[in-house]
């Protein structure tokens, strides 16, 4: 312990008032030693200490330790103090052991939430992901094992060097399609389904669809069937061009 709790009481007890300064001192002294090495209130085996390991461990002398008061005296080899409390001991080995416990626990929970990232930010980290497998003619990862007949994007397709928005906006036409399955990790089939789509709503239309999909994908937005949420927003504006067409 690094206190050492003595009650105010103590100071009219008549095992206090009714000794010598001197042994109130060494009585003090014993005290604290007592407490930093939680014994218990007991100094055992030190009857045959000389008087400098006295002066060396605990601040006083052989002689001091010696004197016959009421506030420590010696039974047999240990020198037993009259007033220490041992249940203060218990009370902060079970604080201690708390603590540990505690603090392996709280290590334990942060351990877990660093290796389970937040849906949310592990669909950023999936975007991440395909995106620059998208980019750089990569396959697309994932237990299904979808996407591993995909051919990668051309390198004439001239992606830039700027942030997504641009290298969307670099991809030549004849590519989007191959472009929008290799990130939507979809099958080879669909390109010419995002191709027809294309030829409806026209090259840069779908572009722009493509543009807003990969950001809100790339802020978060669950889309955890990426081929099949760009889709359906393709063929919204699919129909609505063909309504609009039979106005």
Same mark, same amino acid.
């Given at each position: 312990?690094?206190?050492?709790?003595?009650?105010?009481?103590?100071?009219?007890?008549?095992?206090?008032?009714?000794?010598?300064?001197?042994?109130?001192?060494? +009585?003090?002294?014993?005290?604290?030693?007592? =407490?930093?090495? %939680?014994?218990?209130?007991?100094?055992?085996?030190?009857?045959? +200490?000389?008087?400098?390991?006295?002066?060396?461990?605990?601040?006083?002398?052989?002689?001091?330790?010696?004197?016959?008061?009421?506030?420590?005296?010696?039974?047999?080899?240990?020198?037993?103090?009259?007033?220490?409390?041992?249940?203060? %001991?218990?009370?902060?080995?079970?604080?201690?052991?708390?603590?540990?416990?505690?603090?392996?626990?709280?290590?334990?929970?942060?351990?877990?939430?660093? %290796?389970?990232?937040?849906?949310?930010?592990?669909?950023?980290?999936?975007?991440?992901?395909?995106?620059?497998?998208?980019?750089?003619?990569?396959?697309?990862?994932?237990?299904?094992?979808?996407?591993?007949?995909?051919?990668?994007?051309?390198?004439? =397709?001239?992606?830039?060097?700027?942030?997504?928005?641009?290298?969307?906006?670099?991809?030549?036409? =004849?590519?989007?399609?191959? +472009? =929008?399955?290799?990130?939507?990790?979809?099958?080879?089939? +669909?390109?010419?389904?995002?191709?027809?789509?294309?030829?409806?709503?026209?090259?840069?239309?779908?572009?722009?669809?493509?543009?807003?999909?990969?950001?809100?994908?790339?802020?978060? %937005?669950?889309?955890?069937?990426?081929?099949?949420?760009?889709?359906?927003?393709?063929?919204?504006?699919?129909?609505?061009?063909?309504?609009?067409?039979?106005?």
């Amino acid at each position: 312990m690094n206190w050492l709790p003595i009650s105010t009481s103590t100071r009219t007890s008549p095992e206090f008032i009714g000794s010598e300064p001197t042994a109130r001192a060494t +009585w003090l002294c014993l005290m604290l030693y007592c =407490a930093e090495h %939680e014994t218990g209130g007991v100094i055992r085996d030190c009857a045959s +200490w000389g008087d400098r390991r006295w002066m060396q461990t605990v601040g006083c002398t052989k002689h001091e330790a010696l004197l016959q008061t009421d506030l420590y005296r010696f039974r047999k080899n240990d020198l037993v103090l009259w007033g220490y409390d041992p249940r203060y %001991e218990d009370v902060i080995r079970k604080k201690r052991l708390g603590g540990a416990i505690g603090g392996k626990l709280s290590g334990a929970a942060r351990s877990a939430k660093h %290796e389970s990232t937040p849906l949310k930010d592990s669909f950023k980290d999936s975007f991440k992901d395909s995106f620059m497998d998208s980019l750089n003619g990569g396959e697309r990862r994932g237990e299904e094992g979808r996407g591993r007949d995909l051919k990668p994007v051309p390198e004439e =397709a001239g992606l830039g060097t700027g942030d997504k928005y641009e290298k969307i906006r670099s991809i030549p036409q =004849a590519d989007l399609a191959q +472009w =929008a399955v290799n990130f939507c990790g979809d099958k080879l089939d +669909w390109v010419r389904v995002y191709k027809s789509y294309i030829s409806v709503i026209g090259p840069e239309a779908f572009r722009a669809i493509l543009e807003q999909f990969v950001g809100e994908v790339y802020s978060g %937005e669950d889309c955890r069937n990426r081929g099949a949420a760009l889709v359906a927003r393709v063929k919204r504006a699919v129909d609505d061009k063909r309504k609009g067409g039979t106005k």
